[in-house]
């Protein structure tokens, strides 16, 4: 792979490939953008089918990174890694403290936390050989409740701007993916008066959200073709593409995975078919906004973190109307605010 030829490059500063031979490690560090500070985001474990592919994923998902932190006014740049295998058979402390090490020799520029397939446990024996982690037990903790949070709010202001109401009582959701953000998203759903289709590989996270908040379990395939209100990607990213555009009957897409257009112009079509769509970094930011207050110099406030969070109903609020108005697709919109704050500063 030529990797400065690569689309999703985008004039990244760093892309670090790392390696260790007797804990296993495979990995790529990320680090997209420091304008606004040092790149944070979180490291993903995944298995995936080959190098290439996890390649792209560092690099869409490390520019994400930066956008997001720059939307929700973190001084943060963007950044992002990957750990390539399966994370139930290569999993060990060895190989955690391998990766601590690689990021304690990027001084620095980059820090990390949790992602898919990464838990606080995970970070802290990173932690054992490096200080740039974050998201830490004891501190900020598990981001995943804040990200659920600000899904479950950009969810509202989505229906606020497209049906003048925030009332989700018998508003239908095929929440798709049922890892711990979509958990607690479904869990605020329910909660709320939502109807909940669900779908995962993981039989075992099927079966939690059926008991606990009476939803209806599909196919991984059905997920697309219900005749639901709102569409919520909760898995990995590019599952609004050409083959299931045609197929989405919801009249809007929101939902805490990382990169759901498959391609930008997806965002211009499901536009012109009259689906809103909350661009994922702005919606899921919640996780990283927790993270941002563990190292506020006055000390970790989960209050303060939640009312920051909240903030992502206002700003989804801006996005959406300025859509409206230029007729632009909502992911554009959210890339141009983003660009300026990098630009200008926060």
Same mark, same amino acid.
């Given at each position: ?20 031979? =007797? ?35 560092a ?8 956008y ?14 990957v750990?390539?295998?399966? %994370?139930? =058979? ?6 955690f403290?391998?990766f ?72 239908? $959701?095929?929440?798709?993916g049922?890892?711990a $953000? &979509? ?8 909660? %709320? ?10 039989? $075992? ?8 908040? &009476? ?24 599952? $609004? ?62 209050? &303060? ?42």
């Open positions: 792979m030529a990797v400065f030829n690569q689309v999703d490059f985008d004039n990244h500063e760093q892309v670090v490939f790392c390696s260790d031979k =007797e804990s296993g490690l495979r990995a790529i560090i990320a680090v997209h953008n420091t304008n606004l500070g040092p790149a944070v985001g979180g490291c993903r474990m995944w298995d995936y089918a080959s190098d290439d592919d996890a390649v792209v994923d690099l869409r998902l490390s520019k994400g990174m930066t997001k932190n720059a939307v929700a006014r973190l001084p943060f740049g963007g950044g992002k890694s750990i390539i295998g399966n %994370a139930k =058979e290569i999993k060990s402390e060895q190989l403290r391998a601590g090490r690689q990021l304690e020799r990027l001084n620095g520029s980059y820090y990390s936390a949790e992602d898919v397939n990464i838990t606080c446990g995970d970070v802290a024996i990173m932690n054992k050989e490096t200080n740039y982690v974050l998201g830490l037990e004891g501190k900020s903790g598990n981001p995943s409740p804040f990200t659920a949070y600000g899904t479950f709010l950009g969810i509202k202001a989505a229906l606020q701007h497209q049906r003048g109401h925030q009332d989700l009582t018998g508003i239908k $959701v095929a929440v798709q049922l890892g $953000v &979509a958990y607690s998203l479904c869990k605020y759903l329910h909660e %709320a008066g939502a109807t909940l289709f669900v779908t995962d590989i993981n039989q $075992v996270a099927i079966d939690r959200v059926v008991n606990d908040f &009476a939803a209806t379990a599909v196919s991984i395939d059905e997920i697309y073709d219900l005749d639901v209100d709102v569409y919520a990607p909760c898995a990995l990213g590019a599952t $609004v593409n050409d083959a299931t555009i045609a197929r989405i009957k919801a009249t809007i897409i929101a939902g805490c995975a990382n990169n759901q257009l498959a391609e930008s112009r997806h965002g211009e079509i499901i536009r012109k078919k009259g689906i809103l769509y909350a661009p994922d970094y702005v919606i899921n930011a919640g996780g990283i906004i927790n993270v941002y207050y563990e190292t506020a110099p006055e000390g970790y406030s989960a209050e &303060a973190s939640n009312k920051h969070v909240e903030g992502i109903f206002n700003t989804l609020t801006e996005i959406f109307a300025r859509s409206e108005k230029e007729q632009k697709s909502t992911h554009l919109i959210a890339d141009e605010l983003a660009q300026e704050i990098i630009k200008n500063g926060l």
